[in-house]
């Protein structure tokens, strides 16, 4: 029965050891104006694992102990960046970056290239879309 109970003890260390879990923060921000940028998407790659930044562009998340932990970080409009994070908080800055959405025409139930299109388009540009008066609170306009 002793055998059985330190067994079991060692069995349940080894199970309790690989199950540790480490604690990551850091701050993303833009790297021409150094603000902090909200909404980013940080995921520890190769998991589910995520979350997104504040307002002010700090992040906490737990990630595996164990193993090389790769953070992928992404925005719309500066790209996805990938780094890995060392002891301590991780201060990452993104870059803008500048691609063409012309050729691309978002539909109702997907996305079609604009010379394959048979419908009709009509395209409304970002200032129109400003001027729009909205009721949700979380919307923040594009300056």
């Known amino acids: 029965m002793k055998k059985f109970v330190s067994l079991l003890a060692l069995l349940l260390s ?13 701050k993303i921000t833009d790297k021409e104006t150094g603000t ?3 909404d980013v998407s940080v995921l520890v790659r ?14 906490t998340l737990e990630a595996p102990s164990s ?20 002891s301590g908080p991780v201060s990452i800055s993104m870059e ?30 970002g200032d129109e879309v400003k001027k729009i008066p909205h009721q949700n609170v979380f919307f923040r306009p594009l300056n």
């Open 14 to 26: 080894i199970l309790y050891s690989n199950a540790q879990t480490k604690q990551i923060t850091g």
């Open 36 to 38: 902090g940028l909200p």
């Open 46 to 59: 190769g998991t589910t694992t995520g979350t997104r930044t504040d307002a002010s562009g700090n992040f």
């Open 67 to 86: 193993g090389k932990v790769e953070l992928e970080v992404s925005l719309i409009g500066y790209g996805t960046k990938t780094v890995s994070p060392g």
């Open 96 to 125: 803008k970056e500048n691609k063409s959405l012309d050729e691309v025409v978002v539909i109702g139930y997907g996305t079609v290239r604009k010379r394959d299109l048979t419908g009709s388009v009509v395209s409304v540009k």
